[in-house]
C-alpha cells in the first residue's frame, strides 16, 4: 500500500499511534474553566518543550492571574512572579543562568496593566526570553473587569453599558507596540479555536522558544483567546464572539519577524 495516500483511519487500523499526550503534561484536574483557552495553550507550551528537548533547561515564570498554577501542570521548573513582574524576575533568571531557557506565561491584565512597564522594557532591551501572551480582553479570574484589552463597547463587572471610550479610553494594541521594539525579533498573534489555528500557535511558539535559545532577543506571542466565564457566554458562543468581534481588531497573523536591531543604529555616530 502506498503509505502517501494513508488516511488517519487507515493509519488507526494498522495500530500506528497519530496523536498522544504530551509526557510534559502532569495528571492533575485543571482549575481553567471549561472551554478556556489557556488548557489548549498549556498543551502546546508541553509539547513544544517536549519536542526540543529542553525540558532540563527550561524555567518558565507565571505572575498572579488565571495561570497562577501553570506549575500544576507543566512538569518543568516553575518560578512564581508578583503581578505583572514577570519579565522583570525571567530577566534575572536568564542573565545569571544564560544556559537555561526562561519564557514568561501572562494574561492581559497582568501584562498589558500592571506590568506594561516591565514587559515594554524588556522587549525594549531584547532580553534573551520568550513571552506567551493570552489575551482574553478581560480580568478572568477576579470577577471579569475592564482590561486594558478591552474593546469598545464590550459588557464587563466594570463596564456594565460597554467600554466608552470618554470614560475608559481605548483598547490597548501592546503587541503592535512591541513589535515596535529593537530589542523584538519575533511577535506574532494567534489563536486557539480551531484545530488549523492550534496547528499555527504551536508552530509560532516553537520559532519563538528557537529564537530565544538562539540568542536573537525577545520573542512573543499573543495568543487570542475567549473567556465565556467572564463574558457570561457557552464555550461556543464565546468563540463566534471572539471571531466576530476580536479577530478584527486584534487580527492574527506576524507582526515582526527578523532579528533584534543593530547596536549600531543606535551608536551616537548616528
Not at 480551531?194 to 529564537?211: D, E, G, Q
Amino acid at each position: 500500500m502506498d503509505t502517501n495516500k494513508l488516511t488517519q483511519q487507515d493509519i488507526i487500523r494498522q495500530g500506528e499511534q497519530v496523536y498522544k499526550r504530551p509526557k510534559l503534561l502532569l495528571d492533575n484536574t485543571m482549575h481553567y474553566c471549561p472551554g478556556c483557552s489557556h488548557g489548549v495553550v498549556h498543551r502546546l507550551v508541553a509539547e513544544v518543550i517536549e519536542e526540543l528537548g529542553i525540558q532540563e533547561k527550561t524555567i518558565g515564570v507565571c505572575p498572579v492571574g488565571c495561570s497562577v498554577f501553570a506549575y500544576n501542570y507543566i512538569d518543568i521548573d516553575w518560578q512564581e512572579a508578583s503581578h505583572g513582574r514577570a519579565p522583570a524576575v525571567a530577566t534575572g533568571i536568564s542573565r545569571v543562568n544564560p544556559d537555561k531557557f526562561v519564557f514568561t506565561y501572562q494574561g492581559d491584565g497582568d501584562l498589558a496593566s500592571i506590568g506594561a512597564a516591565e514587559i515594554m522594557h524588556a522587549c525594549n532591551r531584547g532580553e534573551n526570553i520568550a513571552v506567551i501572551f493570552i489575551n482574553n480582553a478581560i480580568y478572568g479570574m477576579t470577577g471579569g473587569q475592564m482590561a486594558p484589552t478591552t474593546l469598545l463597547g464590550q459588557v464587563t463587572a466594570t463596564t456594565p453599558k460597554g467600554r466608552n471610550v470618554e470614560r475608559n479610553g481605548y483598547p490597548l494594541k501592546i503587541t503592535e507596540l512591541i513589535a515596535q521594539l529593537p530589542g523584538t525579533s519575533y511577535v506574532t498573534r494567534q489563536s486557539v479555536e480551531t484545530s488549523v489555528s492550534v496547528r499555527k500557535c504551536k508552530t509560532a511558539i516553537k520559532k519563538a522558544f528557537k529564537n530565544a535559545l538562539a540568542k536573537k532577543g525577545t520573542s512573543f506571542v499573543e495568543v487570542v483567546s475567549t473567556c465565556n466565564s467572564g463574558w457570561k457566554m457557552s464555550p461556543v458562543k464565546a468563540n463566534k464572539w471572539m471571531e466576530e468581534n476580536m479577530f478584527p481588531f486584534y487580527p492574527v497573523g506576524d507582526l515582526k519577524d527578523g532579528d533584534k536591531a543593530d547596536p549600531a543604529l543606535y551608536s551616537k555616530k548616528n
